[in-house]
Nanobody, 121 residues
């Protein structure tokens, strides 16, 4: 059984900062790319940032220069440091990991349960 557990969401004022964490646990053989997605009310889920297992990051244009994704491979954890937050960043943020549960198993996508981020103007 694999679990991805997010933490760090909350309510902050515009211009503030939050740091999200997502820890993967359970029967994990290896983890490839990890990512953060978000879904605002009435909108589709969108990619915010991704990071390869060699720590190469990728960002959505809307968060470049404000958000930083990082990971600790020893802890199977991915982080999202969010600075200069805007009301339009309000959404449920989901952690995603592409991982294998065994040496010969195929990579599969796993998702966290989501954490709410709300930015007040």
């Amino acid at each position: 059984q694999v679990q991805l557990v997010e933490s760090g969401g909350g309510l902050v004022q515009a211009g503030g900062s939050l740091r999200l964490s997502c820890a993967a646990s359970g029967s994990i053989f290896s983890i490839g790319a990890m990512a953060w997605y978000r879904q605002a009310p009435g909108k589709q889920r969108e990619l915010v940032a991704a990071i390869s297992n060699s720590r190469r990051p990728n960002y959505a244009d809307s968060v470049k220069g404000r958000f930083t994704i990082s990971r600790d491979n020893a802890k199977n954890t991915v982080y999202l440091q969010m600075n200069s937050l805007k009301p339009e960043d309000t959404a449920v943020y989901y952690c995603n990991a592409d991982l294998k549960i065994g040496r010969w198993s195929a990579s599969e996508d796993y998702w966290g349960q989501g954490t709410q981020v709300a930015i007040s103007s």
